[in-house]
Every structure is written in structure tokens, then in C-alpha cells.
């Protein structure tokens, strides 16, 4: 019940012109003025006047969700767009449809009719409305009424609202029993993101509200995603879950418009305990889909629910994304997931190989072929796992032992398209536009640290992404001795472990290198 905070008498009420329908439809237009004409349309165009009684204004909403949200996010500014109307008003009391509402409104609350205006074309006649809706209008007792207008006439007939328990429960896309916590192969560059998903599923308050994981393709956002899911089903069964690819989302949103049901599709959302969005990018450039997705990501941040997000890159770099959207997607945990490196490839290959290993008992594995696929295919851990897949299958089927032979035989083309020859040069020139600097530069005589510092990263790349040797890569820099060389790249492997930026940089430039 909301509540003007001052006395009005009523002994001197001003003239009221059209019916309560009417008068609705003027408040509707204030509020549009105020709050816009989406947001009028999304949150109270399901909202409809029942009667007004003395100082009391009575409102109907189809759920008891959105009469709750009406009153709590736009019930101040209803009361004033109220009082521009009727001085008169103070209170405005916003209910779900139900049925004992309907008798109170027809029996006890004796609407009050408003004073109709000389015949006005821009007053509409009132009309029925959602959920069996209809606005009373005053008419003159001598004046006989037809058959329609005596039926407007009747008690209001209000459709009792779905119980929060009846509403259909929002289902979850499927699951894959793989990707689980214990599946989940840890190194350095995925170690955050794999302790923020252990925090979402083993605690039950939203430390870190929005988590945003974000990375390239194959590199574990899914994984962790499935794996907060299957820990939370099993450690808290009663714990409401919800995972879906942002496509789903949309998809369920566009369903939701063309069968005119948004207020369910918005119960549903803002009823989960967890909400998980995968590959958010999908729903950039879509401006329904993002403004929905705006409005259920403020409802459950509002309730201390937990949302977990993935991108293919950082929230500030999703193009087509709106910038309030950005902004909220930055608010908790961002973390990048970084390709992985050789330690982290090697291990993957092997927890797939013992797999591998268990499904085909007689064959035999050289363990120099996992490290020979790690050197040479540095991609995502979806592509490791197919090259074990072909190589066992391969094995398998022609009775051969995993060796080297087999593998540069059955990965011929993986292992060629990985061979992309990468240069000294395209090093130093990714790394000179990284760090804004000329080529030149790099090859000078300068120790000034905004050029030494390029320079050593420039050196440490050429090292770990080419077979050059220390001195052919110290004459590929302005004719450097080997020793300068070494040192440059023991400096950038120690700074990479405790300066945060040098790290960033390195990783960046691997990526741009390699990709």
C-alpha cells in the first residue's frame, strides 16, 4: 500500500473527468514522459485499474512478482502521476489477480465512479482488459443501457494468478556428464577461473556477483560452467540451477513475445538461485534480447543471486554490447583464461590418454608421442583431445602400438597446419605495435627501460616460439651477443611470475604470434 505523506480533504474535490480506464490511460502517459515509453510497455502494460474508492486508488497486476516489483520500483512515481489527476488520491494499493480481490472489489469497495466529460474524442471508452479486466463507467440511471454495456456493468471477474509453485519451472539446458571439477586438468592459466568456480559451487553467498569468465575457443569456460552446475545438483539439490547458451536465452525471450507471455518468462528468470550464461557475445547487437537480459541480471543481483557469465573475450570488448550492460558485467570477478601452456597441454594430453588407455586395453602408448604433440600443437584443449582420439581409434583398429611413426602418420595434417613457420621479424613487429614503438628500435642501441623492457619480451617470444638458437636470434637484434639474449629471457621468465603486466603482455602477444 503506498501512501502520500501529507492530508487531502476531499469536501472540495475538483472535477475528475472520464472513467477510471480513462484516467489510467493519462497516468500511463505521465509515467511514459517519466520512466519511458520500454519501460511503461514491458512493466505495466500488464498492469490494469479495478476501481478507485475515496482517497484509494486499486491497481491489478496479473503475478504477485510484478505487483510486487510495480510497487517497489514505480510506486512513488504512479501515487504523484496519480495525484496530477485527482488531488484527491493518497493511496494506491497494487494486487495480484485473484479471486477473493475480484469479491472484494465488487462487493465491499463500491467504486467510485469518475464525473464524465462532455463527449471528448480524445477519451476512449473504456474497454475490457487482461485477465477479465473491465472498467466501470458511470451512466445516467434514466438513459436504458443495451445488452454489452449492461455486461461491463457486471462484478469484476478476476482470474486468479499461477501460485509461484505452479509456474512452470525453468529447465536447465543439458549437461555433460564430462565436464565436472574432477576432469578439469588446473595450470597457471586457467588457475583463477577454476578457484572462482570452486567459490560459486562450494559457498552459498555471492562472494564475487557477477563472475565474468572470458577466453578464446576450447579453453575451459564450458567446462567450469557444467562443472558449478553438477557439484551445486549434488551438494544442494534444492538449489534452483540454471544453465543456457545466451542463444537459448534469446530464443526463449523471442518465444515468450510471440505467444505473449513475458510475465511468466520473467518469473521464471528472476525465480533461479544460479543463473549461467554462456557465450554472452551471442545476444550483442540484439536490443530486445539485451534489454530483457539487463533487467533479469538487476533482479537477481538485487536478490543476492549468483550469475555466472562467459564471453569469448573481456566485457569492455564485446562489440555491439550496451555500455550499462558493459559496465554491470565488470561489477564482481572478470577473468581471462589463457591459452595453455606447454605443462598445462601435457597434462591434458595425458589425463586423455589414461581415458584412451581404459577404453582400448591392448594397446600400448610411447609416452614421447604426448610430448611431441604438446610441443607441436599449441591450440585448445578440444583439438588435444581429438588428436588422442584419432590416434588410439587408429591404433586400435590396426593393431599398432601410439609411437611417433603413428602419430606423425595419423595427425599428418594437424601436425602441418601447427608448423606455420613464425618468424623473428613478425615477432619483433607485433611486439613493436603492442608496445607502440618502431622495428627499428628494437635492433638499436637503446637502454632506455620503454624500449629495453620490448625488447627482452620481443627476445624471450623468439626463443619459446622458434627453433633459432640464442645467437641467431642476438643478430636477428641488431647483432646482440648470445649472452644478452639469455639474459633477456631469464629476466622476462622471472617478471612473468610476479609482475602481473609483464605477464599480460607476453600472453597477448603469444596469442596475436600464434593465432
Not at 504512479?78 to 495480484?96: G, K, Y
Not at 443495451?146 to 505452479?166: N, R, T, V
Not at 538485487?302 to 570488448?317: L, M
Not at 597434462?347 to 581415458?355: N, R, T, Y
Amino acid at each position: 500500500m503506498l501512501e502520500a505523506g501529507w492530508p487531502q480533504s476531499t469536501a472540495h474535490r475538483p472535477a475528475v473527468s472520464g472513467s477510471p480506464d480513462a484516467m489510467w490511460q493519462r497516468v500511463l502517459h505521465t509515467m511514459r514522459a517519466e520512466v519511458g515509453a520500454s519501460t511503461v510497455e514491458q512493466w505495466l502494460g500488464d498492469v490494469r485499474i479495478a476501481a478507485v474508492k475515496g482517497d484509494l486508488v486499486l491497481l491489478v497486476a496479473q503475478t504477485k512478482f510484478l505487483a510486487d516489483w510495480v510497487e517497489r520500483n514505480f510506486g512513488a512515481a504512479l501515487l504523484r502521476a496519480f495525484r496530477l489527476q485527482d488531488p484527491a488520491v493518497r493511496r494506491i494499493s497494487i494486487e495480484p489477480m485473484r479471486t477473493a480481490a475480484a469479491a472484494d472489489i465488487a462487493a465491499a469497495a463500491a467504486p467510485r465512479t469518475l464525473r464524465p466529460s462532455p463527449a471528448q474524442p480524445g477519451v476512449a471508452a473504456p474497454r475490457a482488459m487482461a485477465g477479465g479486466v473491465a472498467a466501470p463507467q458511470s451512466q445516467p440511471q434514466s438513459q436504458p443501457q443495451s445488452q454489452p454495456q449492461a455486461q461491463a456493468q457486471q462484478p469484476l471477474q478476476l482470474q486468479p494468478p499461477l501460485a509461484a509453485e505452479q509456474v512452470e519451472r525453468l529447465e536447465s539446458a543439458p549437461l555433460d556428464a564430462r565436464y565436472t571439477f574432477d576432469s578439469f586438468i588446473v595450470g597457471k592459466s586457467n588457475e583463477l577461473a577454476h578457484a572462482a568456480a570452486r567459490r560459486v559451487a562450494e559457498t552459498a553467498d555471492a562472494t564475487f556477483n557477477p563472475v565474468f569468465l572470458h577466453g578464446g575457443v576450447g579453453l575451459g569456460k564450458t567446462h567450469l560452467m557444467h562443472a558449478i552446475a553438477w557439484h551445486l545438483r549434488h551438494a544442494r539439490p534444492e538449489t534452483r540451477v540454471v544453465y543456457l547458451s545466451a542463444e537459448q536465452f534469446m530464443y526463449r525471450f523471442v518465444q515468450a513475445l510471440r505467444f505473449r507471455d513475458t510475465i511468466t518468462f520473467k518469473q521464471q528468470f528472476r525465480s533461479v538461485d544460479v543463473l549461467m550464461v554462456d557465450d554472452v557475445q551471442y545476444i550483442a547487437g540484439k536490443d530486445s534480447t539485451q534489454e530483457e537480459f539487463f533487467h533479469t541480471f538487476n533482479a537477481l543481483i538485487d536478490q543476492q543471486k549468483q550469475i555466472v557469465i562467459s564471453g569469448d573475450n573481456s566485457p569492455d570488448r564485446i562489440e555491439g554490447m550496451e555500455e550499462r550492460i558493459r559496465s554491470r558485467l565488470q561489477w564482481g570477478l572478470v577473468v581471462d583464461i589463457h591459452p595453455a601452456d606447454y605443462e598445462l597441454r601435457l597434462g591434458i594430453l595425458q589425463a586423455k590418454a589414461e581415458q584412451a588407455l581404459a577404453l582400448h586395453p591392448g594397446v600400448t602408448l610411447d609416452p614421447k608421442v604426448l610430448e611431441m604433440i604438446a610441443h607441436r600443437v599449441a591450440t585448445n584443449a578440444r583439438v588435444l583431445e581429438g588428436a588422442v582420439t584419432k590416434l588410439f581409434a587408429h591404433a586400435s583398429y590396426a593393431n599398432r602400438p601410439v609411437d611417433q611413426g603413428l602419430a606423425r602418420e595419423c595427425l599428418a595434417d594437424l601436425l602441418r597446419s601447427a608448423e606455420r613457420k613464425v618468424t623473428i621479424e613478425e615477432i619483433k613487429r607485433r611486439t613493436a605495435e603492442h608496445y607502440n614503438l618502431r622495428m627499428t628500435d628494437l635492433n638499436s642501441a637503446r637502454r632506455a627501460r620503454a624500449v629495453a623492457r620490448p625488447r627482452q619480451v620481443a627476445m624471450f617470444l623468439a626463443k619459446s616460439l622458434t627453433p633459432k638458437s640464442l645467437p641467431e636470434i642476438g643478430k636477428s637484434f641488431g647483432g646482440r651477443d648470445h649472452t644478452t639474449v639469455l639474459h633477456a629471457v631469464r629476466r622476462i621468465e622471472d617478471l612473468v611470475k610476479v609482475d602481473s603486466q609483464v605477464a599480460e603482455d607476453v600472453e597477448i602477444l603469444r596469442r596475436a604470434i600464434e593465432g
